[in-house]
């Protein structure tokens, strides 16, 4: 499975972005999905993760409430709609494939990664 995210940008605090992670293969929808993200000097975090058939998600305390992972079997696409955003959302997003989980190593395929910059 090929990953490749886009849709990041530079966003003014209180506003919103929708990432987009198109997925190659005919096997996009065996596996779950997840966004994770990495701030200047920092360590790679979870964001959040979709089931295969996405009917189940999973998101980061700090982004609960605020953003909506969501999929597209059809379109071999994940999405992570992000609203309400804070000057520390500011980080490279990434979209995985892999198993259901929380863990980085979980994830077997990952994206090139796409800039959110949030302005205060």
């Known amino acids: 499975v090929q990953l490749q995210a886009y849709g990041g940008g530079l966003v003014q605090a209180g506003g919103s972005l929708r990432l987009s992670c198109a997925a190659s293969g005919r096997t996009f929808s065996s596996y779950a999905m997840a966004w994770f993200r990495q701030a200047p000097g920092k360590e790679r975090e979870f964001v959040a993760t979709i089931s295969w058939s996405g009917g189940s998600t999973v998101y980061a305390e700090s982004v609960k409430g605020r953003f909506t992972i969501s999929r597209d079997n059809a379109k071999n696409t994940v999405y992570l709609q992000m609203g309400s955003l804070k000057p520390e959302d500011t980080a490279v997003y990434y979209c995985?494939?892999?198993?259901?989980?929380?863990?980085?190593?979980?994830?077997?395929?990952w994206g090139q990664g796409t800039l959110v910059t949030v302005s205060s």
């Open positions: 995985a494939a892999g198993a259901y989980r929380r863990a980085a190593d979980a994830y077997a395929y």
